[in-house]
């Protein structure tokens, strides 16, 4: 779900991050063998495939939550736990091959990013990587409905149209950029998997709208009347507010964050 490079070890144990977490060029190990950049089809496939495991875990272990108990708390907290331990495994694996982006928003704010200069995909990749994250979440969602015997495509009935549900869209969202780009300006990446992770976590609870935070996963939790889903009427909505959170959370990274000037 993010602009995610995870760090790799080598042989004598020293560490880099790779250049699309951080702003500078890697620097191997003497005798390692230098990095390359996956090729674009290669991160796509992360891409794709990610997002659609991300929204099978939301959308199944909401299916299964509902299923084992009434309770709707015990419910948003199987639901959020699964999200939480997913979301982890799901950037140390597909993290060094496309950062683990699975969001349009980390995508678009990472393109935004490379065109002021700093580190980022281009706008070739961009029109790469976000059709492959919406389609990998409509996929996962049909697939968490096939899993669990639901019909694969049920248009969700559940309204989140009301506007604190939208404000609680613009801070997790926002929440979400400073948290990635702010770990990417202090060098940090490194704790990305248990950060982000953490966080989407608590936003579930936190926030109003149990932070969606994705424009694709929005898209793809509408394929499914369970209890992940987001009624259709209700998606433009959610995914408006999520892109001015993208603005927002960029804003924050650039005040909090601002580079200070070389010592004299």
Not at 241 to 247: P, S
């Given at each position: 779900m993010t602009a995610i490079e995870a760090t790799e070890h080598d042989r004598a144990g020293e560490s880099a991050?790779?250049?699309a977490a951080s702003g500078a060029e890697p620097q191997p190990a003497p005798g390692a063998t230098p990095p390359q950049t996956p090729p674009l089809i290669a991160r796509a496939a992360a891409e794709l495939v990610g997002?659609?495991?991300l929204v099978a875990i939301v959308v199944g272990s909401g299916i299964q939550a509902t299923d084992l108990t009434k309770d709707v708390g015990l419910q948003l907290l199987a639901n959020s736990t699964a999200t939480v331990f997913g979301l982890g495994v799901l950037i140390v694996l597909l993290g060094p091959v496309s950062g683990a982006h699975f969001n349009p928003a980390v995508t678009l704010a990472e393109w935004w990013t490379a065109r002021r200069g700093g580190a980022g995909v281009t706008l070739r990749e961009a029109a790469v990587y976000v059709p492959a994250q919406i389609g990998g979440a409509i996929t996962g969602t049909v697939l968490a409905d096939a899993m669990f015997g639901e019909p694969l495509v049920k248009w969700s009935t559940h309204d989140r149209s009301a506007g604190h549900l939208l404000l609680g869209e613009v801070v997790a969202t926002a929440g979400?950029?400073?948290l990635i780009f702010g770990l990417a300006r202090t060098d940090r990446l490194r704790f990305a998997p248990v950060a982000v992770a953490s966080y989407i976590?608590?936003?579930y609870w936190f926030t109003s709208s149990t932070s969606f935070a994705n424009p694709a996963v929005t898209?793809?939790?509408?394929?499914t009347d369970t209890f992940a889903g987001i009624a259709p009427g209700s998606?433009?909505?959610?995914i408006g507010?999520?892109?001015?959170?993208?603005?927002v959370g960029l804003a924050l990274v650039a005040l909090i964050f601002m580079r200070g000037r070389p010592a004299e």
């Open positions: 991050i790779a250049p997002t659609a495991a979400l950029i400073l976590g608590a936003a898209i793809g939790r509408a394929f998606v433009a909505g959610f507010m999520q892109l001015v959170g993208g603005v």
